[in-house]
């Protein structure tokens, strides 16, 4: 056995990655691991992860993997759940594509990369601060508008591109400050609709998850999908 993973080096490739980040959201959202094991060796693994399936996540146990048949409806992992935490990560994605379209653009535009990196970077994470803070004024149809949010996302900053290049050809040349101002306000509105996001999904999802729980999901999901742009 110890040479096992020596001899399947050569048999390896990128799916053995997908495989795992797999495994590891799967048990990030069931609270279990995906395959149990009767005993630790590479026999009994091979068997496992070749014939055995992991349990529905609908059907699966946070707290106690062996009771998945007396556990509360609050216990379980309902499909609207996943799909936030899936929202989670495109909208996070989302988010990232934009800031750096916007910030490609303006090095682009304006020159001085380094500098429209940076502000561009610091207005956007400074929107987003403003945003949560913001999302303490919603009240009522949580899941409404954080749908609303999520379209208004995709709509501005599927349009920021195209809007940015039109204003600065339309603009006369010595017109930067007013090119700087449209940049700056529409990276202000995308940071601001994406720092709404995470605040009213932990709102969402506070009566179902443990808070521990909760915020590790979120969080998890938000960082795999800025990870997944970058």
Known sequence: PQDYPRLMAPLLDGRADAFSLALVLYEML??????????????????VVCEADPPPLATSNRRNPAS?????AGQRIAPGEVALLAAVFVVAACGLVHELAAGALASYLLGDSVLQFSTVI???LFAMG??????????????A??????????????LMPAALFLAHGSLPASST????VLLYGLVLVVGVLVGLEIPLVMRILKRKVALK????????????GALAVS
Not at 30 to 47: I, K, M, Q, T, Y
Not at 177 to 180: D, E, L, Q, S, V
């Open 30 to 47: 069931a609270g279990r691991p995906a395959h149990l094991f009767r005993e630790d060796s590479w026999r009994e693994l091979e068997r």
């Open 68 to 72: 998945a048949d007396t556990t509360p």
């Open 122 to 124: 610091g207005t956007y």
């Open 130 to 143: 403003i945003g949560s803070w913001l999302s303490r004024l919603i009240e009522r149809q949580l899941v």
């Open 145 to 158: 508008q954080f749908l609303r949010i999520e379209l208004l996302v995709a709509l501005i900053g599927g």
């Open 177 to 180: 400050g007013a090119f700087r």
């Open 213 to 224: 729980d909760l915020v590790s999901q979120v969080l998890t999901f938000d960082y795999l």
